[in-house]
């Protein structure tokens, strides 16, 4: 059972922090549409990704799985021009094939959540915990941030111009990125796109998101496409966008063009462990951030101390928590 956490130490002093979201709003350009952190990414080009691109190792026929990343260099040696190698296991998640794509102006984190310099929380995320969190900030006070949706993170990731396999280029470079476990956020820069200016994303970990109607139309090879329990995708639905560090995996590893959820939200077994699964954060663009609005500032400060909880605890539960004002896990 997950307990609700103590959480009134963690958090910074009030003078402290608004003064930090004075001084960061304060740094924005006149022109600035983000909340601080944040990158805006728009326009229109072609993402996806054909999963003939991976070296494949297949599991699924073999009665014992003893170290098959050991088989990785005959299937990348073999391949004609391999991104990477994946160790596919007994099921396999899709892998979002190329479409074309208009993306409306939107803020990205330019670095997965809690920002750089931190680690990722080490409980990860459940399909409920997306839920609350999704529920918080729909309240509208946390500078009107939200959940990306998949094809914002996929575009943010990938890049409209490049439709990049990979957050930083077109070949799988395991020295470029943090290790899923103990790396930290933005401690190796060329681990992000250059041209959107998002690192790291899907590189290290995958980010629950929500399912938009492109995404849905694009998500199968055969749609209509099915989520977890055969339940059918639809828009409005929280998905997981993206690899991980991970080789051997159902999801294709290190990219954003691949997906999969973990079914309803629900708080049944809402204490589970969702470490590969954190989050990605967006916002829709808001010109009152270059206008230093004196209510924006308001809000990130709150959304400041929030994220103090989250850097200082190491844990999504105790962020959720302090964000509900209780336990974000029922007992």
């Known amino acids: 059972m997950r307990h609700a956490l103590l959480v009134l130490g963690l958090w910074a002093c009030r003078d402290d922090v608004d003064r930090r979201a004075e001084t960061q709003v304060a740094a924005l350009p006149s022109g600035a549409q983000c909340p601080p952190g944040m990158v805006l990414v728009s326009g229109e080009g072609r993402l996806g990704l054909e999963p003939a691109r991976f070296a494949i190792v297949e599991t699924a026929h073999l009665e014992a799985v003893i170290a098959p990343e050991e088989r990785c260099a005959e299937a990348m040696a073999v391949h004609p021009d391999p991104l990477a190698c994946w160790v596919q296991t007994d099921l396999v998640d ?13 803020c990205v984190e330019a670095w997965p959540f809690p920002g750089p310099g931190t680690r990722y929380a080490t409980d990860g995320m459940t399909a409920w915990d997306a839920k609350v969190l999704q529920d918080v900030l729909a309240r509208g006070d946390l500078g009107g941030r939200r959940l990306c949706t998949a094809t914002e993170l996929q575009a943010a990731v990938a890049g409209l111009a490049s439709n990049q396999p990979f957050v930083y280029g077109s070949h799988h470079r395991a020295d470029l990125c943090p290790s899923d476990v103990d790396g930290v956020i933005g401690s190796k820069p060329a681990c992000r796109n250059e041209v959107t200016g998002v690192g790291e994303y899907s590189a290290v970990h995958s980010q629950w998101v929500v399912a938009d109607a ?16 055969s339940r059918l995708l639809r828009e409005g639905m929280l998905v997981v966008l993206g690899g991980t ?29 969702g470490h590969d699964d954190q989050v990605a954060i967006c916002a829709d663009p808001h010109a009152g951030w270059g206008g230093h609005h004196a209510g924006l500032v308001e809000q990130e400060a709150r959304w400041q101390k929030l994220l103090d909880v989250a850097r200082s605890s190491g844990r999504m539960d105790a962020f959720l928590d302090a964000a509900i004002g209780g336990a974000s896990c029922p007992g």
């Open 94 to 106: 899709p892998v979002l094939r190329p479409r074309d794509v208009v993306l409306a102006p939107v």
């Open 214 to 229: 492109d995404f849905v139309a694009h998500a199968c090879d055969a749609p209509p496409c099915r989520a977890a329990g």
């Open 245 to 273: 560090a991970r080789t051997q995996t159902r999801q294709a590893p290190h990219t954003p063009h691949t997906w999969h959820d973990h079914g309803r939200p629900t708080p049944t077994g809402c204490d589970a462990m």
